[in-house]
């Protein structure tokens, strides 16, 4: 599946309908594949005061017949990363903090500049303002990388690219009677390092973004098992160091998103929302993107043993080419989760995205399909392995060598303490 590099995805496209459970109350519902507890296998991380204090750490090898996801060269490589992570919980009974810090390191044997560094930090916090008002804050900054293969991949020959991403955020949520309020404001700023090839420095500032986004939800219960939804967001993305004699990127939107959420705590639990989203651009160069919104995401616990989940949404993400705006993203995905042994969980999944570039008729196809398993070795000992098959394919013939068909078996060794 094609990875969301664009903030406008978090802009145009609405969060679930979730009845806003807290993780004890999860558990009090069905027990599920997922929800279980497993006493004696879990970690329980560290206690300092009233702080839990939960560090895991990773280390995992892979193996892959496309590493660069690309038609030519088709090569093959194996690697290794390690996955430190930290993550810090309050334990009061009102109001709440989080905090995490976590990394990603890979290596290659054969193609060292494959190698790349992702990291970062962040603090989450909810603030009880009696029984019926909630403010939650959050504030993150990381280091992330352009998978290869995916949308933003658009530099072979040297290093994946790079970009810092910085994200603040808060809500206001208000109970008035059984009616649910919900209000909130969101700023993301994407800045991209410039990468080298040789003594020739390729400059991606002209990448570099930024997205202020904030809305309004009311959620109101018509039974104890169904609620529905209406909502409504704002938008406004520039790009502060565009090329001032291109067209301008710059754009403004919204979206208008009606809903119901279903089945809180029994067999068949999910939400499903429909709508309109609207993008328009500042230069006349580039046609607005309007039409039909959704967001499903539909939960069957088959068995306690088995859950089969369903999701699939339609978005608008940011183009990385100059000349194209934006493009209309459509995802689908359908996967399950398995108990096969009490500490074994086989995870099959399949997904397919397409991406229709608006201003031009460029429509990029992903597929992929992949089996995963969940072994809970020894107290505190987890190993996970994956076989995934994916594909990308593109209408425009200036891009096929960017086709592929990629295998990718990974296996990871992970502690929690």
Known sequence: MAARWGSLAGALSWPMLAAGQNAPERRAGPETVENRIRPGMEGTGLVAGSLRILPTV?????????????????????????????????????????LRADGLFERYARHGAEGTDRYGAGAAGRIDIGGDTRVNLDAAIDRRIEARGTTGDTLFGVKPIAYRQVSLGGSVEQAVGATRLAFDLRFDRFHYFNRHDGNTTIVLAPRDYQALAGGAKLVRPISSAVAVSLALRLNSTRYPHEDRTQPSRRGHGYAVMAGIAFGQDRLVEGQVALGYLHQRFASQAYPTIAGLAYDANVQWH????????????????????IDVAGIEQQQFSLGAAHELLRTLILRPSVSYTINRFRGGARVDRYASAGLSATWQAAPHVIVEGALRHAL????????????????????TLKYVF
Do not use: C, M
């Open 58 to 98: 990773a280390f995992g090898v892979v193996a892959t017949d496309d590493l660069y996801a690309r038609r030519v060269p088709r090569v093959a490589d194996v690697g290794a990363n390690l996955a430190p992570a930290v993550t810090v919980q309050s334990q009061w009974n009102r109001h709440s903090l989080t």
């Open 302 to 321: 088959v068995t306690p043993l088995t859950t089969v989940s369903l999701a699939a949404d339609k978005t608008i993400q940011r183009s990385p080419i």
């Open 392 to 411: 990308g394919r593109t209408s425009a013939p200036v891009a096929k060598p960017r086709e592929y068909d990629q295998n990718r078996a990974t296996i």
